[in-house]
Each structure stands twice: as C-alpha cells, then as structure tokens.
C-alpha cells in the first residue's frame, strides 16, 4: 500500500490523525514559499519606468495637437512671433474667420462624401468578403491578390485618365464624383479587413442557422452582423477617415460647388503669406468629426482591430 503524500499529512495529521509537528508544519511553508517563487519571478519588472515611458510618448505625440488648437485661440501677430508665445491672449477671431468665409458648404461636401462612400463601401465588402471567408469561390486567392493589386498603382499616375473620364461624363465639380471614387479607393482596404473579420465567425453556428432553414439575408443580418459589428464599425472608421482626409482627387475635381474641407484648409496659404491662426483654426475643426468618431467608437474599434490577433 502507498504512503500517503506529504500534503496530505501535513493537512490531515500524522498517522492515525495526530496532529501534525512543528516541523512538518515548517516544510510545509517553505515548500509553499518555493511554489510562489516562479509566480513572483513573472511579475513585471520596472513597472513604474514604463508607465512613466508611456506617458512620455503620449504627450510626445499629442503635443503638436495641443500647438495647434492653442495657435487657433492666438491672433496672427501672436502666432506669427518666432517663437510663439504660448502665454498670448487668447481669442476666438480666428473661428469666426472660419465661418464668415463660409466653411459650411465645404464641411456638409466632405460629410455628405466621407458618409456616402463608407456606406456604399459596407454594403459591397461586406457580401464579398462572406463569399471569400465563410463561403469561399474558387481561386480566392487570387481574387484578393486583384483587390490588393489596385493600390499598387500611384494615385498621381491614374488622375489624367480619371479627370478625362469625369469631365467626358459631366461630373466635373459635382460631389457625386467623389463619392464614386471614394468607394472603388476604399473598397479594396475594406474587403481585406471585412475578410479577416467574418473569418472568425464560427462556423457550427452558421450551418445551425442553416438547418434550422435560414437563408442568406437572415444570416447575414441576425447571425454575421451582429458579430463582426466591431470589424464592422472598424472599416466604416477607416474607410471615413480615409474620404475625410482625402486631397488630390477634391482638389483637381471639385471647385465652388463641391469643394471638400481639405480643399479649403489650402486656402488659407496665399500668395499674400501663411495665416497662420486661421489656419490651425481651420484644421481643428476640421479635425473635429474624425476624433468625435473615433472617440464614439473607440471600443468597438479596438476589438475589431484585435479581432483574430490571438487564437
């Protein structure tokens, strides 16, 4: 008959139930103590220096931000002084320059733009990359190497042809036009990460769905919606950031009817010298929707970019 363990004994007593010794009571500590070590030996070293680092390059990357929105509340005689002084009264002319040069029909463009296109940018990845994850066609490979191959063009290269192209058909400074044009830039982006996405849904519960006689529109919207909506709502950010801050196109395209807010962001660099004020007044609010976006959708946009990351 075998022994009984050590912890055995030094829990329930000697043989017969005597309480256990002293000295058995002290093996047991230090054995517990030893079994602690590993566990004490993974405990992050430096903690302090590195959340200290990490506040470091936080402010590091947000200080050229804070500049600008203090520049903004600065008149241009303050913001024009080398170097500026960040103790200058402050004032809101700078804003209301903004608005008194109309800056509203050139945010409503890059909204109705940025908005339109990420819409239109969903509703067509969103079916392609369930055929070329959960369903996939033949050669899939393939067809993701000929969306991956349409960024490998310069954008520069393609703008003769495509401003050819829009003024044959009469879309020369008309919104629509971007809104095209934003749709075929992001969708490539779009169908690679909406990909990557609804590959880790599970499949048991979709061939449940199936026998159970769902067809594909309830699928997609009761089943693969629902949890892919964080790499959902990470394209829909990108894909806006993306058509918010685009400039080549909006500025060879468009002119007073359809200009986008990165076309009159320029305006403000003339011939007559930087406004420098106004400027950084411009790109503050400017920079407004995308943070306020970004902010809203803050968790679903970090799940969605970590989704997949760890098996």
Same mark, same amino acid.
């Not at 047991?28 to 470091?56: D, N």
């Not at 075929?184 to 849904?201: D, G, K």
């Not at 500025?251 to 305006?267: D, E, K």
């Given at each position: 008959?075998?022994?009984?363990?050590?912890? #055995?004994?030094?829990?329930?007593?000697?043989?017969?139930?005597?309480?256990?010794?002293?000295?058995? %009571?002290?093996?047991?500590?230090? *054995?517990? *103590?030893?079994?602690?070590?590993?566990?004490?030996?993974?405990?992050? *070293?430096?903690?302090?220096?590195?959340? &200290?680092?990490?506040?470091?390059?936080?402010?590091?990357?947000?200080?050229?931000?804070?500049?600008?929105?203090?520049?903004?509340?600065?008149?241009?005689?303050?913001?024009?002084?080398?170097?500026?002084?960040?103790?200058?009264?402050?004032?809101?002319?700078?804003?209301?320059?903004?608005?008194? *040069?109309?800056?509203?029909?050139?945010?409503?463009?890059?909204?109705?733009?940025?908005?339109?296109?990420?819409?239109?940018?969903?509703? /067509?990845? =969103?079916?392609?990359?369930?055929?070329?994850?959960?369903?996939?066609?033949?050669?899939?490979?393939?067809?993701?190497?000929?969306?991956? #191959?349409?960024?490998?063009?310069?954008?520069?290269?393609?703008?003769?042809?495509?401003? /050819? =192209?829009?003024?044959?058909?009469?879309?020369?400074?008309? +919104?629509?036009?971007? +809104? =095209?044009?934003?749709?075929?830039?992001?969708?490539?982006?779009? +169908?690679?990460?909406?990909? #990557?996405?609804?590959?880790?849904?599970?499949?048991?519960?979709?061939?449940?769905?199936?026998?159970?006689?769902?067809?594909?529109?309830? !699928?997609?919207?009761? =089943?693969?919606?629902? +949890?892919?909506?964080?790499?959902?709502?990470?394209?829909?950010?990108?894909?806006?950031?993306?058509?918010?801050?685009?400039?080549?196109?909006?500025?060879?395209?468009?002119?007073?009817? %359809?200009?986008?807010?990165?076309?009159?962001? !320029?305006?403000?660099? &003339?011939?007559?010298?930087?406004?420098?004020?106004?400027?950084?007044?411009?790109?503050?609010?400017? #920079?407004?929707?995308?943070?306020?976006?970004?902010?809203?959708?803050?968790?679903?946009?970090?799940?969605? /970019?970590?989704?997949?990351?760890?098996?």
């Amino acid at each position: 008959m075998n022994a009984p363990p050590t912890g #055995s004994l030094a829990r329930h007593g000697g043989p017969g139930g005597a309480p256990p010794s002293a000295a058995a %009571a002290r093996g047991l500590m230090r *054995r517990l *103590r030893r079994a602690k070590e590993p566990e004490q030996g993974l405990a992050p *070293r430096g903690g302090p220096l590195w959340a &200290t680092l990490a506040w470091g390059l936080t402010l590091m990357f947000f200080a050229p931000v804070a500049w600008m929105v203090l520049t903004s509340l600065h008149t241009e005689a303050d913001a024009a002084t080398n170097p500026p002084s960040p103790l200058a009264s402050l004032t809101l002319n700078g804003y209301r320059e903004l608005f008194r *040069r109309g800056v509203e029909p050139y945010l409503i463009n890059s909204a109705m733009a940025s908005l339109v296109s990420t819409a239109l940018v969903l509703a /067509l990845a =969103i079916p392609a990359a369930y055929a070329l994850s959960i369903k996939p066609v033949e050669k899939w490979t393939d067809v993701m190497f000929f969306f991956l #191959s349409t960024k490998f063009l310069p954008a520069i290269a393609a703008l003769l042809p495509v401003y /050819l =192209i829009v003024k044959k058909i009469g879309l020369l400074d008309n +919104i629509w036009a971007l +809104i =095209i044009l934003y749709t075929a830039m992001n969708l490539p982006i779009a +169908i690679w990460m909406m990909r #990557s996405f609804l590959a880790e849904v599970p499949r048991e519960i979709l061939e449940a769905a199936e026998v159970d006689g769902a067809g594909l529109l309830r !699928v997609l919207t009761l =089943i693969v919606w629902p +949890i892919s909506m964080p790499g959902v709502a990470a394209t829909a950010l990108i894909c806006f950031i993306f058509s918010w801050n685009e400039f080549m196109l909006a500025v060879n395209l468009t002119g007073v009817r %359809a200009g986008t807010a990165p076309v009159f962001l !320029v305006g403000f660099i &003339t011939s007559e010298g930087l406004f420098l004020a106004q400027l950084c007044a411009a790109a503050t609010l400017l #920079s407004l929707p995308v943070l306020l976006a970004g902010w809203a959708a803050q968790d679903k946009l970090v799940r969605g /970019l970590s989704l997949g990351a760890v098996k």
